[in-house]
């Protein structure tokens, strides 16, 4: 079973558009990120939520709304979409628990707007 | 604020050989955590090894081990008897604070080249 799950793997869309990343992990993980990764492999973070309750929230811009239904799931919605928002979008999620809390990522949806 | 720096932005070493993958890290929290994360060329990221800033011994996993140097602020990745399946990106990135909600700060990542 996958751990950490991302749909879509991949996104095609124009200018202007609205659209949806959705993100599941089964780890029973409190916390779960949001990560871009541009052309270049930098990666930075976008959002975190532990809890279902934001936590970190990076200067990104308010076209980004990430949205936690449950402790499972946390999706990225993108309204009016922007070529500079072309990237690998990654979630990924850890645990309290432990000593280490490092962090589970899921295979990345590659985002393109043309 | 916190920072990373890989410095190495592309490493070659031969098969069966160990490489070092440098690392620093600037912070003001003392207590952090960090990590390497090793990115193939189908994209995931895998986790690879863990050091908390108040780990008294240096971390290791299989063929892994994290020359940590808290003095010099440096976090080394030490990989022994190369291999080809070890080509790949590699991240160094921090965490501060002691609970994993804590931010977590990415290098730009070095990539590694294993020649046969």
């Known amino acids: 079973d996958t751990a950490v799950s991302q749909t879509p793997k991949y996104l095609v869309t124009q200018m202007g558009n609205d659209k949806s990343i959705k993100c599941e992990q089964n780890?029973?993980?409190?916390?779960m990120y949001w990560y871009k990764q541009d052309s270049k492999k930098f990666l930075k973070i976008m959002f975190s939520y532990n809890n279902k309750e934001l936590i970190i929230n990076e200067t990104v811009p308010n076209r980004f709304s990430p949205k936690s239904p449950d402790k499972a799931h946390l999706n990225l919605h993108i309204n009016s979409l922007e070529l500079g928002d072309s990237a690998v979008y990654f979630c990924?999620?850890?645990?309290?628990?432990?000593?280490?809390?490092?962090?589970?990522f899921g295979p990345g949806t590659r985002l393109t707007v043309t | 604020a916190q920072k990373i720096t890989q410095t190495q932005p592309g490493m070659f070493v031969q098969e069966k050989e160990a490489v070092t993958l440098d690392c620093t890290y600037d912070?003001?929290?003392?207590?952090?955590?960090l990590f390497w994360y090793k990115q193939p060329s189908s994209g995931e990221m895998i986790f690879l090894i863990y050091?908390?800033?108040?780990?008294?011994q240096n971390a290791t996993e299989g063929r892994y081990s994290l020359n940590f140097q808290k003095a010099r602020k440096s976090a080394n990745l030490v990989i022994s008897a190369s291999q080809l399946g070890d080509s790949a990106m590699y991240f160094c990135a921090m965490r501060e604070g002691y609970t994993n909600a804590g931010k977590s700060t990415f290098g730009d990542g070095t990539t590694l080249t294993v020649k046969p």
């Open positions: 780890l029973g993980h409190d916390t």
């Open positions: 990924a999620s850890s645990s309290q628990g432990g000593s280490s809390y490092e962090q589970y």
């Open positions: 912070t003001s929290d003392p207590s952090y955590g």
């Open positions: 050091q908390g800033s108040y780990d008294q």
